[in-house]
Antibody
């Protein structure tokens, strides 16, 4: 059974760095073609693809946010970490992690999401 | 880059069929057969319903089907059930350099 779950702070202050952890089970990120993606949805807006890390440690970023994002993995702990620097109130959103790799641009398992509010 | 366009809401009665559209451009929906559809109930993880325009993962009911014509993809739900009441959103591979996947704004389905 594949599961993913996001964890991190519910509230961050403007200019702070956000660190989110995706802890997963039921698959290994060392398996060929597997990947994990981070996606967010601001209130009332569409989902936005943020970053992806592949089984071979290739990394891809939303270039609009590239300078602020870092994605990494700890295969032994089944975790993927996303950091976003210089947080702003417009970054208030529900952040999701999702598994990818079984089909192009499709995410077959998602976490329930975690709401992050940016406010002083 | 703008999100894919979906209707904000649709509704139908139990047993009926409804269709949700997802409109993009030739750089995403129209250019590739990599459209996916997801269902999300409040507070729960999104669930993949359709990938590659019209393929269902194992375990997804055959009441859900996908199609595409030009720059518009569609999700059809037949035999509506109360449990289908949820948010639905589409996604597509995009060839734009800024990101890899574009999402729709989401559609709220109400089962009357």
């Amino acid at each position: 059974q594949v599961t993913l779950r996001e964890s991190g702070p519910a509230l961050v202050k403007p200019t702070q760095t956000l660190t989110l952890t995706c802890t997963f089970s039921g698959f290994s990120l060392s398996t060929s073609e597997m990947c994990v993606t981070w996606i967010r949805q601001p209130p009332g807006k569409a989902l936005e693809w943020l970053a992806r890390i592949d089984w071979d440690d290739d990394k891809f970023y939303n270039t609009s946010l590239k300078t602020r994002l870092t994605i990494s993995k700890d295969t032994s702990r089944n975790q993927v970490v996303l950091t976003m620097t210089n947080m702003d109130p417009v970054d208030t959103a529900t952040y999701y992690c999702a598994r990818c790799g079984r089909a192009v641009a499709a995410f077959d398992y998602w976490g329930p999401g975690t709401l992050v509010t940016v406010s002083s | 880059q703008s999100a894919l366009t979906q209707p904000a809401s649709v509704s139908g009665s139990p047993g009926q069929s409804i269709t949700i559209s997802c409109t993009g451009t030739s750089s995403d929906v129209g250019g590739y057969n990599y459209v996916s559809w997801y269902q999300r109930h409040p507070g729960r993880a999104p669930k993949l319903l359709i990938y590659d325009v019209n393929n269902r993962p194992s375990g997804v009911s055959n009441r859900f089907s996908g199609s595409k014509s030009g720059n518009t993809a569609a999700l059809t739900i037949s035999g509506l059930q109360a449990e289908d009441e949820a948010d639905y959103f589409c996604s597509s591979y995009t060839s734009t350099y800024t990101l890899h996947v574009l999402f729709g704004g989401g559609t709220k389905l109400t089962v009357l």
